[in-house]
């Protein structure tokens, strides 16, 4: 199920107002989950996005990706969230 699906909403509404009221309140980062996944999952993944770092004492790898415009906009609407990222 999506919290995209309106009937699905009503229905959660409907049986539990409390869990409605919490999806309500924090749909913004309910949304930029469900891009994120949608980017990792779905699309692009972790494809050429690694990079590995070693010293000899320290080793890691990390796996990134560029976000979108959209993932961009919806993290600055947060409370505290710098203008840039």
Same mark, same amino acid.
């Given at each position: ?5 309106? &009937? ?5 509404? &409907? ?5 409605? &009221? ?32 070693? &010293? ?30």
């Amino acid at each position: 199920m999506s919290l995209n699906n309106s &009937d699905f909403l009503k229905q959660i509404r &409907d049986n539990n107002q409390k869990l409605r &009221d919490h999806i309500t309140q924090h749909i913004e980062y309910i949304r930029l989950i469900y891009e994120l996944r949608e980017v990792v999952v779905h699309r692009e993944m972790f494809q050429d996005a690694g990079v590995r770092f070693s &010293d000899g004492n320290y080793a890691c790898e990390i796996n990134a990706f560029q976000t979108t415009g959209k993932v961009k906009g919806t993290t600055q609407t947060f409370t505290g969230c710098p203008t840039k990222i």
